[in-house]
């Protein structure tokens, strides 16, 4: 138990007096919740707002983001985090639970995949975002300055989005800034409860340039993940149930709820990964089903033109596992088609 202390908090844990936490106006005193709206005003486009809940625990401990909807058509986080909201007891909690319920509103009511409607943007590509820029940049920057700076952890919750056929796995960030953030990263990791993990060594290190939700966090010396729970745009109960799952067990990790530890023994550590891209616009017929295990130039799938003849074949570069596959039809040049991950050793 010691040691865990030591490795989430360092050597001298130290939290202030444990007062009420207002973030743009939504107070939640201690052992109560409450919820509301991160507005984000007009720029070059419209104005948007953000769903959050504040949930502050009656003592004083870690704060943990959970920040649901970055791609819109990504719902079974979305579903999983009004379960979460629900059913966590902030009597019953330690330090305070910070949910971003859809954090892409516009492409959630709009129900678009990877990109805004509205400028065309991915929303994990831009952190930590522009005040001044488009609303994807606005966006980032309000969660950046509301939410990832006041957390003490993060937790990006993904899924396939409405085109992406996709086994449940984790991202792990390993940058090598801070032994710390990345060891605590992968306790993380295990403890969310996904079996496959992937270890991320690729991502920047450039604190203007963060890109990522996770990565925006991580540099910032906070532990985080992404994780990848859902398919195909749907909110499959089990899906859901496994991210309120993988919720509940990182609280209790970070010992902000009572109850035993759970972690995954023996995980599948993945690296390195390729997203493999089409080379053709028209129409994708894939070969390979999420899951997969395949062989270096295994066919993942065809591009056929509208009419059926074939254009383009997709081939595996490596031996691996496919972690997802895109199951719809539409195909555009240069989008992503499958995602193969090898096997590594952690």
Do not use: C
């Amino acid at each position: 138990m010691k040691r865990l202390a030591l490795l989430l908090f360092g050597a001298a844990p130290a939290f202030a007096q444990h007062p009420p936490l207002t973030i743009a106006g939504i107070t939640a005193r201690p052992g109560e919740a409450a919820s509301g709206y991160l507005e984000v005003p007009a720029g070059s486009d419209a104005a948007t707002r953000i769903p959050i809940s504040i949930i502050r625990g009656r003592e004083p401990g870690p704060t943990l983001a959970l920040i649901g909807g970055t791609h819109g058509s990504e719902v079974a986080p979305i579903v999983a985090l009004q379960q979460v909201r629900a059913s966590v007891d902030p009597t019953q909690l330690r330090g305070t639970l910070l949910i971003v319920h859809v954090a892409n509103l516009p492409s959630f009511l709009g129900r678009t995949i990877y990109y805004s409607p509205v400028d065309g943007k991915n929303l994990n590509r831009v952190y930590p975002g522009n005040p001044s820029g488009t609303v994807s940049e606005r966006i980032a920057h309000r969660i950046t300055t509301e939410i990832i700076e006041r957390a003490d952890y993060l937790i990006d919750m993904h899924a396939g989005d409405g085109n992406e056929s996709l086994r449940p796995y984790t991202y792990w960030n390993k940058l090598g800034l801070d032994a710390r953030v990345d060891s605590v990263a992968r306790e993380m990791a295990r403890a969310w409860g996904a079996d496959h993990i992937v270890i991320d060594t690729t991502r920047t290190r450039d604190r203007e340039r963060s890109t990522y939700t996770q990565n925006t966090a991580h540099i910032r010396g906070k532990p985080a993940l992404t994780t990848e729970t859902g398919y195909l745009g749907v909110p499959d109960p089990v899906m859901v149930e496994l991210n309120v799952i993988g919720a509940f067990r990182v609280m209790r990790f970070l010992k902000m709820l009572p109850g035993p530890v759970e972690m995954v023994e023996a995980p599948v550590w993945l690296g390195p990964y390729e997203v493999l891209t089409s080379p053709e616009t028209g129409v994708w017929h894939p070969a390979v089903e999420r899951g997969h295990t395949v062989a270096r130039g295994t066919l993942i799938g065809t591009v056929t033109d509208f009419v059926g003849a074939k254009v383009a074949e997709v081939r595996a570069g490596f031996d691996g596992e496919v972690m997802y596959v895109v199951g719809t039809p539409a195909m555009n040049k240069g989008e992503p088609v499958a995602m193969v991950a090898a096997r590594a050793r952690p």
